[in-house]
C-alpha cells in the first residue's frame, strides 16, 4: 500500500529552502555592501573629513599661546591635507601654512575672510561652510604654457576640477594677540572613479557569493535532507503496518534524535499490535466457550425429552452471566482508558465490604474444595467508591482462584500500618517469573501465553485493579517467585471519621 500525498506534497523541499534562505542572506549583505559603501560612500567621506577639519580647529585653538605653534600647526595640518590660516580682529594674517592647490584660505582677500569672522561670532564662535568650484585646465596660459596663477599651484590642480571645499573658521582668545580667527580649508577628492572601482568589485563578490550560496545550499541539503528523506520513507513504511523498518540515524543530533524516536515508536507499535492479536484471540475464545455451550445446551434441552432440568437452565444462566461479566470488563477498561470512569466516595468498611464479597465464593468453596481464608484483627474504615473496591477485591480474588496450586488454598489478609491499610491476595501457584512481573498489570497481557479456561472470571481483572485503585489514590503491587505463589496487594488511606 503506497502512503498519500499528504498536505506537504506542494511545499519545497529542504534543499530549496536552505538555497532560497542563503541567495535571500546574500542579497541582503550585497545591499548593506552597496548602500554604504557605493551609494552613501560620498557622504560618508563628507563625513569624515567635516569631522576632521573640526577636530584640528579644536586641537589649533587648545594650543594657540603655545610657542612652538608653527611646528604643532605643521604635524596637525600635514596629514588630512587641511591649509590653516590665522587672522586677527583687524584682518592681518598671523599664520599661513604652506598653500596648495586648492587652498581657498590662502586665496581670500581681507573682505572675504572677516566675513567669516562676522559668521562665526553670529554662531557662537565656529561656522563651516561648503563651496562648490571650478580649477581650469593649468595648460590655459599663453602659448599654451602652464598657468600657475590665482589658486592654480602645481599640475594636480586637473584632478581638481569642479570640486567641493569645506572651509571652517573658529574663534579662539589669545593672551599675547587678543581675539583671534583660525581659518581652515580642506578638499572633498572627487570619489568618481573610486566608486567605479567600488561598483566593479561589488558585482565580482555579488556573482561570487551567489555562486557559493548555491553550492553551500547544495552540500547542507544532502548532508541534512538525505538523511530526513530516508526517515520519512521509513514512516511511510511504518505506517503499512512493517514494524521492522530500520531507522538510520546520521547528520546532525536533531536527525539522530528524530531516528532514535522513530525506532522507539516502531517497537512500541509493535508491542502494541501484539497485545491488539493476543486480545482478539483471547476474547474470541472468551466469547465463543460460553456461546458453543449456550447453544449446546439450549438445542439439547429443546431436541432431547427431559433435559428440561433445573440444572441445565443453571449452567445456561452461569454461562450467560460469564458472558456478561466479560462484556462489563471491557466497558470498565475502555472508560478506565479514556479517563471516563466516575466515583461516588463515601465512608465504607473495607473489612465488611471484602467479607461479603468471599460470600459470592461460597458455592465455589462447597463445590470446588476451594479454601479461602480471611481472619482480620480489627474492622478497618476507608473512603471510597463501594462498588469500585468490591470490584477490585473480586478481581484479585478471582485471579488467585484461577492460579493456586493443587491445595486451592487463597488467603486474604488485612494489615494495618502509619495510617494505611493493606488488603492482599495471595495463591499457592507457580508463580511468576521476573521478567514478567513489571507487565502483569499491562491491558491483556499473560503470563501463561498457552490460553486456558478461567474457572471464574474474565481474565482482565488486573488491568481494572490498576485502573480502579489509581483512580482512588491508592497503591499496589505484586511480590512472587517462581515455584511460591503470588501475592498481589493494594493500600488506602484510613478514614479516621
Known amino acids: 500500500m503506497r502512503a498519500k500525498p499528504g498536505r506537504w506534497a506542494g511545499r519545497l523541499g529542504?534543499?530549496?529552502h536552505i538555497m532560497a534562505c542563503l541567495?535571500?542572506?546574500?542579497a541582503v549583505l550585497m545591499l548593506l555592501l552597496w548602500v554604504f559603501q557605493v551609494a552613501l560612500l560620498d557622504r560618508f567621506y563628507e563625513a569624515i573629513k567635516t569631522r576632521a577639519i573640526k577636530q584640528t580647529a579644536q586641537a589649533i585653538a587648545r594650543n594657540i599661546d603655545q610657542g612652538d605653534l608653527p611646528e604643532q600647526l605643521d604635524s596637525l595640518t600635514r596629514q588630512p591635507d587641511i591649509y590653516v590660516r590665522i587672522l586677527d580682529r583687524e584682518g592681518e594674517t598671523v599664520y599661513n601654512s604652506l598653500p596648495g592647490p586648492?587652498?581657498?584660505v590662502h586665496d581670500m582677500d581681507r573682505e572675504e575672510a572677516m566675513s567669516f569672522f562676522a559668521a562665526a561670532e553670529q554662531n557662537g564662535g565656529m561656522v563651516l561652510e561648503l563651496f562648490r568650484r571650478d580649477?581650469?585646465?593649468p595648460f590655459d596660459g599663453p602659448f599654451g604654457e602652464p598657468d600657475f596663477g590665482k589658486g592654480h599651484r602645481d599640475r594636480r590642480i586637473k584632478e581638481g576640477k569642479n570640486t567641493t571645499l569645506v572651509v571652517c573658521a573658529r574663534l579662539v582668545e589669545s593672551q599675547e594677540r587678543g581675539p583671534l580667527m583660525i581659518l581652515l580649508s580642506t578638499a572633498l577628492t572627487p570619489l568618481n572613479a573610486t566608486s567605479e572601482t567600488l561598483k566593479l568589485q561589488f558585482l565580482c563578490i555579488a556573482a561570487i557569493l551567489l555562486l557559493l550560496s548555491a553550492v553551500i545550499a547544495v552540500l547542507l541539503s544532502r548532508h541534512i535532507g538525505r538523511p530526513l528523506v530516508a526517515l520519512s520513507q521509513g514512516a511511510r513504511t511504518l505506517a503499512t503496518g512493517r514494524y521492522d523498518t530500520a531507522f538510520a540515524g546520521g547528520g546532525y543530533r536533531e536527525v539522530g534524535e528524530l531516528a532514535e524516536a522513530l525506532r522507539y515508536a516502531a517497537g512500541e507499535l509493535s508491542k502494541v499490535e501484539g497485545l491488539r492479536r493476543e486480545l482478539i484471540?483471547?476474547?474470541s475464545h472468551d466469547l465463543r466457550t460460553p456461546l458453543t455451550m449456550l447453544i449446546g445446551y439450549g438445542e439439547m434441552m429443546r431436541d432431547i425429552p427431559g433435559e428440561n432440568t433445573p440444572e441445565n437452565l443453571q449452567i445456561v444462566i452461569d454461562e450467560a452471566q460469564r458472558l456478561t461479566g466479560l462484556v462489563n470488563d471491557m466497558l470498565d477498561l475502555g472508560k478506565l482508558q479514556a479517563g471516563a470512569q466516575t466515583l461516588a466516595p463515601a465512608p465504607l468498611s473495607l473489612t465488611a465490604m471484602v467479607q461479603e464479597v468471599l460470600l459470592r465464593y461460597q458455592r465455589l468453596v462447597e463445590?470446588?474444595?476451594y479454601v479461602i481464608t480471611f481472619r482480620p484483627k480489627e474492622e478497618v474504615f476507608v473512603e471510597g467508591d463501594r462498588s469500585?473496591?468490591?470490584q477490585v477485591v473480586y478481581n484479585l480474588i478471582n485471579n488467585a482462584v484461577n492460579y493456586t496450586g493443587p491445595d486451592k488454598t487463597v488467603r486474604v489478609e488485612q494489615q494495618l500500618r502509619e495510617g494505611w491499610v493493606t488488603l492482599s491476595v495471595a495463591d499457592s501457584g507457580p508463580g511468576i517469573g521476573a521478567e514478567d512481573l513489571p507487565y502483569v498489570w499491562d491491558r491483556y497481557y499473560k503470563v501463561d501465553k498457552a490460553h486456558k479456561r478461567a474457572a471464574v472470571g474474565t481474565g482482565l481483572g488486573l488491568s481494572i485493579v490498576r485502573g480502579m485503585v489509581e483512580l482512588h489514590g491508592g497503591r499496589y503491587g505484586v511480590e512472587s517467585q517462581p515455584g511460591q505463589?503470588?501475592?498481589?496487594?493494594f493500600s488506602l488511606p484510613v478514614w479516621e471519621g
Open 14 to 16: 529542504i534543499q530549496w
Open 23 to 26: 541567495t535571500l542572506f546574500v
Open 102 to 104: 586648492m587652498s581657498m
Open 135 to 137: 580649477f581650469p585646465d
Open 281 to 283: 484471540a483471547n476474547v
Open 367 to 369: 463445590r470446588e474444595g
Open 388 to 390: 469500585k473496591l468490591a
Open 485 to 489: 505463589g503470588s501475592r498481589f496487594w
